[in-house]
């Protein structure tokens, strides 16, 4: 009956020990990301007004010659600078976010789960990087170009700085979450969400999505939406295209 009551009382304290273990990893961990940000938010801070500078040309080159970028609040000038600052430092930091979730669940992981999920956060960072950009150099450009190409010829347009940070913030999150649309058909198809053979017989449907979400995430005009509707279709192709060699190379192993 002793020995009973002791193994029981063992079991708890171990389960209690664990719990204790992981929740100081885990605070430790959170510690180490927070200490990275700020070191990536110091860094940058006497760069702030540069940053926001480079962030503005595309606008700048589409606004009107009489035209010009207005402050709304008093604190505008300051603030926006900084909030750009911020959503950077976030951004730079996600490769360190990634290796330390990866390094936290590392010892409950077999060895092929390790590198697919290694596999899985390089391939995600790579393809968020690449839709940000893609946001900035393309898509920013064409959006601005839009709206600003639609305004009557009586009113000139005065963007708001903190409205324009936000806008941009918000465009470049959303094509970086386009992006990853690759790396979401390889794992509907890995862990057997759908099957390869039945997405490739649905692609009609898919590009008809496609172009659906394209009317609602660009400025109403053909141009912008057939651009948009066509690269999420050759971004789902290519997820096709990667799911394919990842089940011959799981076949083969």
Do not use: W
């Amino acid at each position: 009956m002793h020995n009973s009551q002791d193994m029981a009382s063992k079991n708890t304290a171990a389960k209690d020990h664990g719990f204790v273990f992981y929740f100081s990893e885990i605070r430790r961990h959170l510690i180490h990301i927070v200490i990275f940000f700020a070191i990536i938010f110091i860094a940058l801070a006497p760069f702030s007004k540069h940053l926001y500078n480079f962030l503005t040309i595309p606008l700048q080159a589409k606004l009107p010659l009489n035209s010009h970028m207005i402050a709304t609040d008093i604190t505008s000038t300051f603030v926006a600078p900084f909030k750009l600052i911020f959503f950077i430092s976030f951004i730079a930091l996600i490769p360190f976010i990634f290796y330390k979730i990866y390094y936290f669940l590392n010892t409950a992981l077999y060895k092929n789960e390790k590198k697919a999920l290694q596999i899985f956060f390089v391939v995600s960072v790579v393809l968020f990087y690449l839709g940000v950009l893609v946001g900035y150099i393309f898509v920013l450009p064409q959006v601005l170009n839009f709206f600003l190409g639609i305004a009557p010829d009586a009113v000139t347009p005065m963007t708001d700085i903190n409205k324009y940070l936000m806008f941009c913030i918000k465009l470049f999150i959303v094509i970086g979450f386009i992006f990853q649309l690759p790396l979401m058909t390889v794992l509907a198809i890995y862990f057997n969400m759908i099957e390869l053979d039945k997405l490739k017989q649905k692609r009609r449907f898919v590009i008809v999505a496609c172009f659906f979400i394209a009317m609602f995430i660009t400025p109403p005009d053909i141009f912008s939406m057939a651009v948009a509707g066509s690269f999420m279709y050759l971004l789902f192709e290519l997820g096709l295209l990667l799911a394919s060699l990842f089940t011959k190379r799981h076949n083969v192993n």
